[in-house]
């Protein structure tokens, strides 16, 4: 088989961009390791920025979200009961975020590519690169005891952070930087009305915990826990108690709660791999970096990386010119440090810190103090939880 893209990975980054691709005439062929119903039942990320919004209305793809989604016109963060609206509307001029699961958009981005008679060749094993320094690059597959070639013009590395592009780039090219949090995050999903019509992000003594959701009937709720963390000994029951002790007095008195119908538990780490590119190989969203959740930035991170790839892709085949693949690498990772600043300092600002003990809580406590009373914080906080500009 011969394509002009091959994208190895068949989550929003990959979808994404072979549905871009598809609409400006440029062919791709997308390769999944997992099945369909596989993918399509991870519950990942709930907030997307402007910017992703935008781009899936421009992609065909934004129909339902506008329908179903619910705009956010701000947040609360609550800091030892002490509770502060974010006014992300009034403090930006006007912008707002988009409260849609990533499990919705990844649904949409399937229905559009097959309506399209896109190809995602799901069940894609042993995926591997070839030739990626020269203007013939290939991959090899396995599907079904089977083994294909797919013949290509550039390969794009969507496939997250376990997945085989990010490591066909030879090691002394790479440089890695890494920061891996004292602590994770137990998520639950439950078909109970949120406790909040906005998100509430609390830190508490007994650590951090998100309050966010995915509809007027479907609610998801992070807590803080140990990395060492078993699911086995979190039953329900232990999950509200635990969220209820870490939330604001009358949020905990209104918390409705119910039987989860998901449960999982995620690390937090923050993750950057450079440079982006390598040959004709281009990585895109996790596959080159990971942010701690805390910002809501990772799958907006991966719209960002699309879009900046997918224009390049457009006008290498549009006017023949390489001048913006070549910059992909540098233009794409100014975006990714900002937003692995914010995660970060997010992350720091709210969780519980085991060596914090002392200084580190008070400096906390002081930052916390000048955010809720200068409106110059908020507004910087404000700017990037919608999203910096592409
Ligand atoms: P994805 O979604 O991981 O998709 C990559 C796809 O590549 C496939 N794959 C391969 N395919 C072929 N051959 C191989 N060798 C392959 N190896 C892997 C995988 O099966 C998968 O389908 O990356 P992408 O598209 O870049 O999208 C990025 C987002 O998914 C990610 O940034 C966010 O979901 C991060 N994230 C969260 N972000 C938030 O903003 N809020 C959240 O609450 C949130 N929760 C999460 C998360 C990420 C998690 N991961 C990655 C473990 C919770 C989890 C558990
Ligand atoms: C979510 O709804 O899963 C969610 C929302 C905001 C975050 C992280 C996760 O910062």
């Not at 690498?329 to 709210?350: P, Q, V, Y």
Request: a negative charge.
């Amino acid at each position: 088989m011969r394509t002009q893209v091959a994208i190895i990975g068949g989550g929003p980054s990959g979808l994404l961009l072979s549905q871009i691709l598809h609409l400006k005439g440029i062919s791709s062929v997308v390769l999944e390791r997992k099945s369909r119903a596989y993918v399509l039942g991870r519950i990942r990320a709930g907030v997307l920025e402007q910017g992703l919004v935008d781009m899936l209305h421009a992609a065909d793809v934004g129909t339902r979200m506008e329908a179903e989604g619910h705009r956010h016109d701000g947040f609360d963060i609550a800091f030892q009961g002490q509770r502060h609206r974010i006014d992300l509307k009034g403090l930006t001029g006007g912008k707002s975020v988009m409260v849609y699961g990533q499990t919705e958009v990844t649904r949409d981005l399937y229905d559009a590519r097959d309506a399209m008679d896109g190809i995602v060749i799901d069940e894609a094993e042993n995926v591997s690169l070839h030739e990626l320094k020269s203007d013939q690059p290939y991959v090899t597959y396995e599907k079904g005891g089977e083994k294909f070639r797919l013949d290509c013009e550039f390969v794009a590395g969507c496939d997250g952070f376990h997945g085989v592009s990010r490591s066909s780039i030879p090691a002394d090219i790479l440089k890695e930087y890494e920061r891996v949090y004292p602590f994770g995050w137990l998520g639950v999903l439950s078909e109970t009305p949120p406790v909040s019509d906005e998100l509430i992000y609390n830190h508490s003594d007994k650590g951090f915990a998100l309050c966010s959701m995915r509809s007027d009937h479907l609610s998801r709720y992070y807590v803080q826990c140990a990395l060492d963390e078993d699911l086995k000994d979190w039953s329900d029951d232990r999950f509200w108690e635990e969220l209820r002790s870490r939330l604001p007095t009358d949020a905990a008195q209104s918390l409705i709660t119910g039987p989860s119908i998901e449960k999982s538990i995620a690390p937090l780490r923050s993750f950057v791999s450079e440079p982006l590119s390598y040959g004709r190989l281009f990585l895109a969203g996790d596959a080159a970096h990971i942010v701690p959740p805390t910002g809501a930035k990772g799958l907006n991170l991966a719209a960002s990386d699309v879009h900046y790839l997918s224009e390049a892709l457009i006008e290498y085949y549009g006017v023949g010119r390489d001048t913006k693949l070549k910059g992909y690498s540098d233009l794409a990772l100014k975006r990714i440090w900002k937003a692995m600043r914010f995660s970060w300092w997010m992350t720091s600002l709210l969780h519980k810190f085991p060596e914090n003990e002392g200084f580190g809580d008070r400096i906390q406590q002081t930052e916390i103090d000048y955010l809720f009373s200068s409106k110059a914080a908020q507004t910087a906080l404000a700017e990037n939880y919608v999203g910096l500009p592409y």
